[in-house]
């Protein structure tokens, strides 16, 4: 409620929490920077909200949001004495999916998602979603029976309307989306994505009719889903991404694909894990571990296994990291378990581990050790994964700066360069702007001024 002398919504939430001004300013200014917004907020704005001056949009839904994760439960700018009917309509808020979901719901939220971001490249583009750390909207996986088996049967005679074509193209479609990404990054293509997703694919699952078409359908719509949330991901546009992994998710309950949900889990613990909350990316990680080993048991995928532990100890080495790197033996007897077969969780396993690992270790403070993984995550790149050999690089440079090897790190940003002018990832670009600012401080060094030079021109 706002009245004549203030906004007592607001001051009654600053008092639940025991914020300060300044408190709360820096906590919206962390929500807008995950929604790729630079805002600078401090106590004097907070102040000015609290006598009736309504912040502009979308930050009324950053404040929001950052009273969400502060109290644990969900804040809309309403509660907190922002109403606006318009941005209501628009707010792009994350449905909460129920836990047994159903179909036509999911349908409804995978057709709206992928026509709002097509929406949103428009000339009069739509809020952004914001990341929120407190949703869980992916539905549990039904336990074993009752009505949703752990893997798709063998191959099936797809009949109806919608059948076996649209399943071998939508198939073809999800190898081609997979090498783009991993190659390219998030950036490339990823509008091409979600136009093959409300085009081809809505069509289908809406006209879909015969029951083991649409399983066969809804599971690789699911990985086509997570590739676009991926997408979304790596060019850094997280509620967007949160988004897609939430449908997929869903639509992963829908096809009984077992190994595509947990993928789907893994992929939402990075990316909290990616943006410090840990909590979240922990919670992510168990929960599809506890699914995985519930209903496939011994004989579920080894490598999927290694891959969610990996995720799982990234995600307690920001606590515990020496507890964190107990885990590591585990992960290397399960990926020498999976012998190469993880070709169809669409990841390279070798890079994938490497990666994982090496983010253990640094938690631990064991850089040298940590640059050895990254540097074997290089080595495991194939030669058109220009985006994933660019990330092990960079961290790469990151860690030799870190411990004072400025020659080291000029030497793995300079090998890289070629790699980088073919990809096209935010998630990339940021990391390298992270390397810059440590090698700023290094530049009385002719190299280094070169190599700020170097790094200036590609942005």
């Given at each position: 409620?706002?009245?004549?002398?203030?906004?007592?919504?607001l001051?009654?939430?600053?008092?639940?929490?025991?914020?300060?001004?300044?408190?709360?300013?820096r906590?919206?200014?962390?929500?807008?920077?995950?929604?790729?917004?630079?805002?600078?907020?401090?106590?004097?704005?907070?102040?000015?909200?609290?006598?009736?001056?309504?912040?502009r949009?979308?930050?009324?839904?950053?404040?929001?949001?950052?009273?969400?994760?502060?109290?644990?439960?969900?804040?809309?700018?309403?509660?907190?004495?922002?109403?606006?009917?318009?941005?209501?309509?628009?707010?792009?808020?994350?449905?909460?999916?129920?836990?047994?979901?159903?179909?036509?719901?999911?349908?409804?939220?995978?057709?709206?998602?992928?026509?709002?971001?097509?929406?949103?490249?428009?000339?009069?583009?739509?809020?952004?979603?914001?990341?929120?750390?407190?949703?869980?909207?992916?539905?549990?996986?039904?336990?074993?029976?009752?009505?949703?088996?752990?893997?798709?049967?063998?191959?099936?005679?797809?009949?109806?309307?919608?059948?076996?074509?649209?399943?071998?193209?939508?198939?073809?479609?999800?190898?081609?989306?997979?090498?783009?990404?991993?190659?390219?990054?998030?950036?490339?293509?990823?509008?091409?994505?979600?136009?093959?997703?409300?085009?081809?694919?809505s069509?289908?699952?809406?006209?879909?009719?015969?029951?083991?078409?649409?399983?066969?359908?809804?599971?690789?719509?699911?990985?086509?889903?997570n590739?676009?949330?991926f997408?979304a991901?790596?060019?850094?546009?997280?509620?967007?991404?949160?988004?897609?992994?939430?449908?997929?998710?869903?639509?992963?309950?829908?096809?009984?694909?077992?190994?595509?949900?947990?993928?789907?889990?893994?992929?939402?613990?990075?990316?909290?894990?990616?943006?410090?909350?840990?909590?979240?990316?922990?919670?992510?990680?168990?929960?599809?571990?506890?699914?995985?080993?519930?209903?496939?048991?011994?004989?579920?995928?080894?490598?999927?296994?290694?891959?969610?532990?990996?995720?799982?100890?990234?995600?307690?080495?920001?606590?515990?990291?020496?507890?964190?790197?107990?885990?590591?033996?585990?992960?290397?007897?399960?990926?020498?378990?999976?012998?190469?077969?993880?070709?169809?969780?669409?990841?390279?396993?070798?890079?994938?581990?490497?990666?994982?690992?090496?983010?253990?270790?640094e938690?631990?403070?064991?850089?040298?050790?940590?640059?050895?993984?990254?540097?074997?995550?290089?080595?495991?790149?194939?030669?058109?994964?220009?985006?994933?050999?660019?990330?092990?690089?960079?961290?790469?440079?990151?860690?030799?700066?870190?411990?004072?090897?400025?020659?080291?790190?000029?030497?793995?940003?300079?090998?890289?360069?070629d790699?980088?002018?073919?990809?096209?990832?935010?998630?990339?670009?940021?990391?390298?702007?992270?390397?810059?600012?440590?090698?700023?401080?290094?530049?009385?060094?002719?190299?280094?001024?070169?190599?700020?030079?170097?790094?200036?021109?590609?942005?």
């Open positions: 409620m706002t009245g004549p002398e203030g906004n007592f919504a001051r009654a939430y600053l008092d639940k929490t025991g914020w300060t001004h300044g408190q709360l300013a906590a919206v200014n962390a929500v807008a920077a995950e929604a790729g917004a630079r805002t600078s907020y401090d106590r004097t704005a907070v102040a000015h909200w609290l006598t009736g001056t309504r912040p949009q979308p930050v009324r839904r950053y404040v929001g949001e950052a009273f969400s994760r502060k109290l644990g439960r969900l804040v809309t700018p309403d509660d907190l004495g922002f109403p606006d009917a318009k941005e209501a309509a628009h707010s792009c808020e994350l449905t909460l999916i129920p836990r047994q979901t159903d179909y036509a719901a999911t349908v409804r939220q995978f057709v709206r998602l992928t026509r709002d971001d097509l929406a949103s490249a428009g000339s009069d583009p739509l809020p952004k979603p914001i990341y929120q750390a407190g949703a869980m909207a992916v539905p549990a996986w039904p336990r074993p029976g009752v009505g949703v088996p752990g893997r798709l049967p063998g191959k099936t005679c797809l009949n109806g309307p919608v059948g076996s074509r649209e399943l071998a193209a939508a198939t073809a479609m999800l190898s081609m989306f997979r090498q783009l990404q991993s190659s390219f990054g998030g950036g490339h293509a990823r509008l091409a994505v979600v136009s093959y997703l409300h085009t081809d694919v069509d289908w699952l809406v006209r879909v009719t015969d029951e083991q078409a649409r399983i066969a359908l809804c599971a690789v719509a699911a990985a086509v889903a590739v676009a949330g997408m991901f790596d060019s850094l546009c997280h509620g967007l991404a949160q988004r897609y992994f939430s449908v997929a998710g869903a639509l992963a309950v829908h096809g009984r694909a077992l190994d595509g949900y947990a993928l789907t889990l893994a992929n939402l613990s990075v990316q909290a894990g990616y943006l410090g909350h840990a909590g979240a990316a922990k919670t992510h990680a168990i929960r599809a571990l506890t699914a995985l080993e519930r209903t496939a048991g011994p004989a579920a995928h080894a490598g999927l296994r290694a891959v969610l532990l990996a995720r799982l100890a990234a995600a307690e080495a920001t606590t515990n990291p020496e507890a964190a790197v107990r885990r590591l033996p585990v992960l290397r007897s399960l990926a020498g378990a999976a012998s190469g077969d993880s070709a169809d969780l669409g990841i390279n396993l070798g890079f994938d581990l490497a990666f994982f690992t090496a983010l253990v270790y938690a631990a403070g064991r850089f040298d050790t940590a640059i050895d993984w990254l540097k074997v995550g290089a080595q495991n790149c194939a030669r058109r994964e220009y985006r994933s050999r660019c990330l092990a690089a960079a961290g790469t440079a990151r860690l030799y700066l870190r411990t004072g090897r400025v020659q080291a790190a000029c030497h793995a940003i300079r090998s890289m360069m790699d980088y002018h073919r990809v096209r990832s935010a998630r990339l670009t940021h990391a390298l702007s992270d390397v810059r600012v440590q090698l700023a401080a290094h530049r009385g060094n002719e190299r280094v001024r070169g190599m700020l030079d170097q790094l200036g021109a590609v942005g």
